[in-house]
């Protein structure tokens, strides 16, 4: 079993966050990213604002030491969300369901909320896992996909006993 565990981001995880945010089958499986990915400038500048920004949590996902993804809580409309990307080499290991476990643990505020493509069965497995349930679901628009899809927000409740 590996260790996973997270830390704050430092300057120098950019460039893993950047190569992470390109893996093709995981950007079309979050479906939810940027317009395009491969625009370091534009990244450089999304990285920024979310670094200066107070109301950002972002962390580094670590596996036994070594990089495995990013953990961020971070508002919008006065709703706090989460998510959570790991790297391919982390994937299908528990290590998305143990990072949000440890995030959510540090996140005072509830309800906490998270958006999924509804054929993401991964990344719903790991909401469901942590405590999350299904609130609401509706049309969006996907930037990886280029075309509106269903989209389902998930909720994790003011209280919950055991995370």
């Known amino acids: 079993?590996?260790?996973?565990?997270?830390?704050p981001f430092e300057d120098d995880d950019a460039d893993a966050v950047f190569e992470m945010l390109q893996d093709p089958d995981a950007?079309?499986?979050?479906?939810?990213?940027?317009?395009?990915?491969?625009d370091r400038a534009a990244f450089d500048a999304w990285l920024e604002r979310h670094r200066a920004d107070d109301r950002v949590n972002l962390r580094v996902v670590t596996d036994d030491g070594g990089f495995a993804g990013?953990?961020?809580?971070?508002?919008?409309?006065?709703?706090?969300?989460?998510?959570?990307?790991?790297?391919?080499?982390?994937?299908?290991r528990g290590v998305a369901s143990a990072a949000l476990r440890l995030l959510i643990?540090?996140?005072?505020?509830?309800?906490?909320?998270?958006?999924?493509?509804?054929?993401?069965?991964?990344?719903?497995?790991?909401l469901r896992s942590t405590g999350f349930s299904e609130i609401e679901h509706g049309p969006a628009y996907a930037p990886a996909r280029g075309t509106e899809i269903e989209e389902l927000v998930f909720a994790l409740p003011p209280t919950l006993d055991g995370i």
Do not use: G, K
């Open 27 to 38: 950007v079309t499986q979050a479906a939810f990213t940027a317009d395009d990915p491969s």
């Open 105 to 126: 643990a540090h996140e005072a505020e509830r309800p906490l909320y998270a958006r999924v493509a509804a054929d993401n069965t991964a990344a719903i497995e790991v």
């Open 1 to 7: 079993m590996s260790h996973v565990d997270l830390r």
């Open 70 to 92: 990013i953990a961020a809580a971070f508002t919008v409309d006065d709703d706090r969300e989460v998510t959570v990307w790991i790297t391919r080499n982390a994937r299908d």
